[in-house]
């Protein structure tokens, strides 16, 4: 454990010591603001709920999550210092969560800095703060397993641009795939296929914690997800250890 | 007592390419083996393996007892590796690039703060401690990678060219660190440069496709010329095995 958090705090420690951290808070946060103030109508719906930020915030993270990924361990492998952290005495597993962690902490940092949302929306009217806290819970858990695809994705390769791109296309997917439009040409086309896709699909999941639900089933199915792309990770870099 | 390192039919192949063909040796406490041989011979792919980092095809290596393989974790312990290039993290300043060696070793408090200054003293990094390694020429990263493999004061050093990047005076200083340290370790080093394996070798090694060619000492290495100059027998050793 200990040798888990050690990584996870040099990290995140990382992340601050370059720009990277100053460039995403920033975009994340202007992004995120945009689309919910013009796009999302926050003020002119006139409802006192963070709909329109919620709705948008799978986007916003489908984006940028890769880019935080996408250097996890193709740069390491890039500059050769995967070499110096596979040979400490840690367990790649270790490795593995550790980086996770660190990603998962920085990611978090970037969503709670969207407070003053939950503020204005205080201040205007009476939202119901439960389902806020829960949609919250839901980003959380919907930016987790983004972190975990695109890290399983980077440790294949040591081009980043690579990494960042097939990231964004395997969270697109697992966003799209439950949307009409995918299940009604899924379902003409392919039938069987149609209702095991929309299965997979984190955007249903995620959905239920913005309407203010917690699911147990949901709750496994990130876990689930989570741990099944962060297996994959360790796997992966195994067999890059034998070729 | 056992060897500090023993490998034994270590086999490493790339598709059908074999880099390192069925290796087997022992170093004693006490020893200091120089490994010799062309670019491309197998001696950074054996140290690799000898380190964790390569899964071999054949074969095994253990660090004081501990197979690299199956007890991975409780042989990184035993040692100290300098990969080729020496690589660390850039963004880090070198005394924190140390502390975090240190704590994923399991140093804390007062421990880690004295093993970190007593590295960085060895090493002679005291006056940059506070600056971040990229900002350092060669020969400062070469002994920040140097000083995270002392740290721990390791049983076994596997260093991968140690001294390539050094300037002569410097190159100096860290055969003289070698050689203060040689008694009571096990220690492996490669190198081109041939005065080197004369000033600190205990015992030389030359390596070529993969396969050990001559084990003696440098002065009986040495005498397997007529010139009496170890120049002229790894010529002729190693395109013997070419031609």
Redesign the interface.
């Given at each position: 454990m200990?040798?888990i958090l050690?990584?996870a705090r040099?990290e995140l420690?990382?992340y601050f010591?370059?720009p990277v951290a100053a460039v995403f808070i920033v975009i994340f946060l202007a992004l995120q603001g945009a689309l919910t103030f013009n796009l999302g109508q926050f003020f002119e719906r006139n409802q006192a709920d963070l709909v329109p930020f919620f709705n948008f915030l799978p986007w916003v993270l489908l984006l940028l999550v890769p880019a935080l990924t996408m250097r996890l361990w193709a740069e390491e492998r890039r500059?050769?210092?995967i070499?110096?952290l596979?040979?400490?005495?840690?367990?790649q597993t270790q490795a593995v969560i550790g980086k996770f962690l660190a990603a998962w902490a920085f990611t978090a940092i970037a969503i709670a800095l969207t407070f003053p949302f939950v503020i204005t929306v205080n201040y205007l009217g009476h939202p119901d703060n439960g389902t806020i806290a829960c949609g919250y819970l839901g980003a959380l858990l919907l930016s987790a397993s983004f972190l975990a695809i695109g890290g399983a994705v980077s440790a294949s390769t040591k081009n980043q641009v690579v990494a960042f791109v097939l990231a964004v296309a395997l969270c697109f997917v697992t966003v799209v795939a439950s949307t009409t439009l995918v299940v009604n040409f899924l379902s003409t086309n392919a039938p069987g296929l149609s209702a095991i896709v929309s299965r997979i699909s984190v955007a249903d999941r995620y959905q239920d914690f913005t309407h203010g639900v917690i699911e147990l089933r949901d709750v496994i199915y990130f876990a689930s997800l989570i741990s099944f792309f962060l297996f994959l990770n360790a796997v992966v870099i195994?067999h890059k250890?034998?070729? | 007592m056992a060897a500090l390192i023993e490998i034994t039919g270590l086999t490493k192949r790339?598709g059908t390419f074999t880099a390192v063909d069925g290796i087997s040796f022992h170093v004693e406490r006490g020893e200091v083996l120089g490994f010799l041989g062309p670019n491309g011979a197998g001696k950074s792919t054996t140290m690799?393996m000898l380190?964790?980092?390569?899964?071999p095809t054949d074969g095994s290596a253990r660090i004081c007892g501990f197979d690299v393989q199956k007890q991975?974790?409780?042989a990184?312990?035993h040692?100290g590796?300098l990969?080729?290039?020496a690589?660390?993290?850039?963004?880090?300043a070198v005394g924190?690039f140390l502390r975090?060696?240190g704590?994923?070793?399991?140093f804390r408090g007062s421990e880690l703060t004295d093993r970190v200054n007593h590295a960085l003293h060895l090493t002679a990094l005291e006056e940059v401690r506070l600056l971040?390694i990229e900002t350092l020429s060669k020969g400062f990263k070469r002994r920040v990678?140097l000083a995270?493999t002392l740290l721990h004061d390791p049983d076994v050093l596997v260093l991968d060219e140690p001294t390539d990047g050094l300037d002569p005076n410097q190159k100096h200083d860290v055969r003289g660190l070698i050689q203060s340290m040689a008694a009571t370790k096990a220690i492996i080093i490669s190198t081109h440069i041939l005065e080197e394996v004369d000033a600190v070798c205990t015992r030389a090694m030359v390596i070529a496709s993969g396969r050990v060619l001559a084990d003696s000492t440098p002065k009986e290495l040495a005498a397997m010329h007529p010139s009496g100059k170890l120049d002229d027998v790894f010529r002729k050793l190693t395109l013997q095995e070419a031609a």
């Open positions: 200990s040798a050690t990584i040099r420690g990382g010591a370059t500059a050769g210092t070499e110096f596979l040979t400490l005495p840690v367990t195994d250890r034998a070729s | 790339f690799r380190a964790g980092f390569i899964t991975g974790v409780a990184r312990r040692l590796y990969p080729e290039g690589p660390t993290y850039p963004d880090m924190d975090f060696c704590r994923i070793r399991g971040p990678g995270s």
